[in-house]
């Protein structure tokens, strides 16, 4: 049976030549890059090598990347480390209701040692309203981090102009952009932000690889203490083949960003189309037009999201749900609640997130069972009465 | 095959049966007790109709909306109750459904749970109809 991956936005198979680029690091090179000597110095070129190119990839400067070992430990990093390092001058933290679990929880944890966080709301596209960013700064505010694009519904927000409210009031900004690097054009000085999230494996990189961007002169406290390794930032043995890896991807994704982006819209919307047009009682989540060019999210009314998702395995088809019933603590997908979408809809939700091997026989293929399945389960679903509006 | 293995890790193959070919799927004309049971918030749904002769259960149906979980137990208890007297198919519980799927993971017992509230309740509905249960 044939098998088609569309779960993209989970982790992304390592491309070829960042595997090719990676093996050396694992056998020859195993050098200690904190050694002085030769092997040390050698594992040390690749690291410095690769941490050009992610920088290059950002616009920003080499020495302002740090390599963490994902995108959840920078998100931990850029929340903890702006928190502890600003305590002194305010203990009030902005951030969404739509954040990605790696943000809302240090958030939390930090709620629980005395700072105060608001959770902006969105609207039912998911966008991020400007004027409440505004309203929600006081005196106390030293950090606002706001995600470039959601990982479930797919809606890219105006990092620029958060930022910009946020450099006008000297307010640290952070953004957790795991989604977008690698697949969008993502500039540091365009978006005018401090600190970067980013993960490797989102992009046919290695997964156990990450960095954080930091801005020359932003206040941070180390994320692990120990050895002088990244500027001190992050004490730890770098993972040097995770690391060489990383940079060929961002490389790579600097070649092929374009082109790719062009050829996943014209799929995406190909299959947004096609479920709309096949399938009655459904709408999409997340902004029509401002969204990841790979992101298909919608809710597929009457039907639970995990039956959807077996029944798509049993065909060969991967994908994701935003349903309690598929999740380990039963609670449905924040972010869908976020939008003011009712439990049902959030039950009934599917994304499907294209990427560098999808093709359009794919996208047809989805389009034939995805109705078959939606009949099946709604013919034993008591939600469903057939001929009401 | 490796892709069948990591099926059977998530759920048993009776449940992936059940699952995929669900019995007694459907509403029922003028059925003698109906069970209705669970709420959006937590995700599943459950209605469970049974026909009542003679104090057996000669009859039972179902719809559900939930995970694969709440369809296989759905599918099963309806199975089981068929045949029984109202005494015996009380004393159905969710772990014997569940033991007749060959187990469900951990985090999926209150699925069959709903099950066995929706068969209690439906036989309570019946119960509370005495005209019928004269007839």
Known sequence: ?389 | MKRREDLRSLYSEKVMEHFQNPRNVGEMESPDGIGHVGNPVCGDIMELYIKVKDDIIIDAKFKTFGCGAAIATSSMVTEMVKGKTIEEALKISNKTVAEALDGLPPIKMHCSALAEEALRLAIEDYLAKPKRKEE
């Not at chain 1, 982006?261 to 799929?267: C, D, N, P, Y």
């Open chain 1, 1 to 389: 049976m044939r098998r088609i991956y569309l779960d993209y936005a989970a982790t992304t198979p390592t491309h070829p030549l960042v595997l090719k680029a990676m093996l050396p690091w694992f056998t020859d090179g195993f050098g200690n890059p904190s050694s002085i000597h030769s092997f040390g110095r050698e594992s040390k070129g690749a690291i410095e090598e690769a941490r050009e190119k992610v920088a290059g990839l950002v616009g920003a400067k080499s020495d302002e990347i740090v390599f963490t070992g994902s995108g959840t430990e920078a998100d931990n990093f850029a929340i903890k480390g702006v928190a502890y390092a600003k305590e002194h001058k305010g203990k009030h933290i902005i951030t969404t209701a739509i954040e990605h679990h790696a943000v809302i929880e240090p958030c939390k944890f930090l709620e629980k040692r005395g700072f105060k966080v608001t959770y902006l709301s969105v609207d039912r596209d998911g966008l991020v309203d400007l004027e409440e960013v505004e309203k929600a700064i006081t005196d106390e505010t030293i950090l606002i981090s706001v995600m470039h694009a959601n990982n479930e519904i797919g809606t890219i927000e105006p990092i620029q102009e958060i930022a910009r409210i946020a450099k006008d009031r000297e307010i640290c900004f952070h953004t957790d952009a795991v989604q977008t690097v690698g697949h969008l054009p993502v500039d540091v000085d365009e978006l005018k932000v401090d600190l970067v999230s980013i993960s490797a494996h989102k992009f046919c990189g290695p997964k156990g690889v990450g960095a954080l961007y930091i801005r020359k002169g932003t206040r941070i406290v180390p994320f692990m203490h120990g050895g002088e390794q990244e500027h001190g930032q992050r004490a730890s043995t770098q993972n040097v083949p995770g690391i060489v890896g990383f940079g060929k991807a961002c490389q790579l994704a600097e070649q092929e960003m374009g082109q790719e982006k062009e050829r996943l819209e014209t799929l995406r919307d190909k299959l947004i189309n096609g479920i709309l047009n096949r399938i009655d009682h459904v709408h999409l989540n997340g902004h029509p037009t401002q969204r990841l060019p790979n992101n298909v999210n919608i809710s597929l009314e009457f039907v639970e999201g995990e039956s959807i998702l077996l029944n798509l395995d049993l065909v060969g088809i991967a994908a994701s749900t935003g349903s309690a019933c598929s999740s380990s603590v039963l609670e449905a997908s924040h972010v869908l609640l976020a939008l003011g979408l009712p439990h049902e809809s959030a039950h009934s939700s599917l994304r499907l997130s294209l990427g560098q091997e999808t093709t359009e026989k794919d996208v047809d293929y989805v389009l034939e069972k995805l109705p078959q399945i939606v009949k099946k389960l709604r013919a034993m679903s008591p939600l469903y009465k057939p001929g009401r509006k």
